[in-house]
């Protein structure tokens, strides 16, 4: 079954702790990217990957990292969370740049107090 | 800067109404997408606009794509209660640019 899967779902986590989010896609999919959502304000793009190693900001890099050292893999990590980062995650991918994101993760709930 | 502004951003309705959501955005793409959002879910792709004058349609939903205008639009018809969701737009640049998205309710 084709699709992109997230880990943890539901992370609470302290001011600095650093945290990974992963995110597997098995569709073979080279364009990948990671969101926030928050109340109010839709989804924002954080980062996206146009394949191995290529990785580029969306609208709100600040506070996050990336990598894409495999094509089905695209963690984020946040080094040092603060209580702003509190937000809902997803991840999602797509064939390329030029297609829509087809496929959305599950999402993340994260909370950091 | 891109911009993607979609209203109503709420809209409550009688089943049986026809309406319409609209999102007008601020480049000169001519990729743009809607997507379905459930409560507590992940989001579902619904339509993908990719030329001027683009019309898709799955059961009572319609979107359409007027790229000289910078509108969409997403028409509903005959609403049932299954489709109350958010609903949100999205549009391709360099990056991807959602709307604040238009949560539907309807009502029985």
């Known amino acids: 079954e084709a699709q992109v899967t997230q880990n943890p779902r539901y992370l609470i986590t302290v001011t600095g702790k650093k945290l990974t989010v992963t995110c597997s896609q098995n569709?073979?999919?080279?364009?990948m990217s990671w969101y926030r959502q928050d109340p109010g304000l839709g989804l924002r793009q954080i980062y996206y990957?146009?394949?191995?190693?290529?990785?580029d900001k969306g609208d709100v890099p600040e506070g996050y990292k990336v990598s894409r050292k495999e094509k089905r893999n695209f963690p984020l990590i946040l080094e040092s969370p603060s209580p702003n980062q509190t937000s809902l995650y997803f991840c999602?991918?797509?064939?390329?740049?030029?297609?829509?994101?087809?496929?959305f993760g599950q999402g993340t709930r994260l909370t950091v107090v | 800067e891109l911009k993607v502004e979609q209203n109503p951003l709420f809209l409550s309705m009688q089943e049986g109404k026809n309406y319409t959501i609209y999102c007008d955005y601020s480049?000169?793409?001519?990729?743009l997408y809607w997507y379905r959002q459930d409560p507590g879910k992940s989001l579902e792709s619904l339509f993908v606009?990719?030329?001027?004058?683009a019309v898709k349609q799955e059961g009572r939903l319609m979107a359409s794509l007027d790229t000289k205008a910078r509108l969409s639009t997403l028409h509903i018809t005959a609403a049932v209660h299954d489709l109350s969701a958010t609903y949100f737009c999205?549009?391709?640049?360099?990056?991807?640019?959602f709307g604040k998205g238009t949560r539907l309710h309807i009502l029985p």
């Open positions: 990957s146009m394949n191995v190693e290529v990785t």
């Open positions: 606009l990719l030329s001027n004058g």
């Open positions: 999602a991918s797509s064939p390329g740049q030029g297609f829509p994101e087809a496929f």
């Open positions: 480049t000169t793409s001519d990729r």
């Open positions: 999205a549009v391709r640049d360099d990056k991807i640019i």
């Open positions: 569709m073979n999919h080279e364009y």
